[in-house]
């Protein structure tokens, strides 16, 4: 079956860095997008951006350009997001989620990570 | 940039009563891409409904999404208790959007 694990909580101080993970398992990584979302404490969803793990090319949303990078590990079928100068709007609950097939239009998310939390603490 | 707007933004029922979520869209969305998600508190959303009104794998036929354009709506016809939760909906062209949420709360 498709599963998304993510890496465990984390805690770090302001202007550290932190890298989430995205293990997936059950269907050919390369074959779908990986998309990020975020979400602050009692607040919505928000999409940050996706990953095509068979080319590595990333799309994201214009606000995360420059401190919002994903990567991939095909040999491992594992995503990565890392988020650089954290400050404590960074206090979220980040999910990795799979999309549609690459090369494809219309991703809606099918199939979700159970969610890495970041807290940002002096 | 496209916008959902959900209304209400909390919905007060008891069991066996219908809920109706509204989303609208600043500007008509292509395809119909939009998709349902139901949340519970400290879990990961569930995907209900995609292309505005096909059931994802394992939903109850309770659910049913419909709309087009700018408008697009959720309905459960009769509440169950694990119906209570936060919904979301959300545009899934190149740059994914979502809505606010809805609570349907008891």
């Known amino acids: 079956q498709v599963q998304l694990v993510q890496s465990g909580p984390e805690v770090k101080k302001p202007g550290a860095s932190v890298r989430v993970s995205c293990k997936a398992s059950g269907f050919t990584f390369s074959d779908y997008y990986i998309h990020w979302v975020r979400q602050a404490p009692g607040q919505g969803l928000e999409w940050m951006g996706r990953i095509n793990p068979n080319t590595g090319a990333t799309h994201s949303q214009q606000k995360f350009e420059g401190w919002v990078t994903m990567t991939r590990d095909t040999s491992s079928s594992t995503a990565y997001m890392e988020v650089t100068s954290l400050n404590s709007d960074d206090t979220v609950m980040y999910f990795c989620?799979?999309?549609?097939?690459?090369?494809?239009?219309?991703?809606?998310?099918?199939?979700w990570g159970q969610g890495t939390l970041v807290t940002v603490s002096s | 940039e496209i916008v959902l707007t959900q209304s209400p933004g909390t919905l007060s029922l008891s069991p066996g009563e219908r809920a109706t979520l509204s989303c609208r869209a600043s500007q008509s969305l292509p395809n119909n891409y939009v998709a349902w998600y139901q949340q519970k508190t400290g879990q990961a959303p569930r995907l209900l409904i995609y292309?505005?009104?096909t059931r994802a794998t394992g939903i109850s036929d309770r659910i049913s999404g419909s709309g087009s354009g700018t408008d697009f709506a959720l309905t459960v016809s009769r509440l169950e208790p694990e119906d209570f939760a936060l919904y979301y909906c959300q545009y899934y062209g190149s740059s994914p959007t979502f809505g606010g949420g809805t609570t349907v709360e008891i």
């Open positions: 989620a799979r999309g549609g097939r690459v090369r494809t239009s219309g991703n809606f998310f099918e199939y």
């Open positions: 292309g505005a009104s």
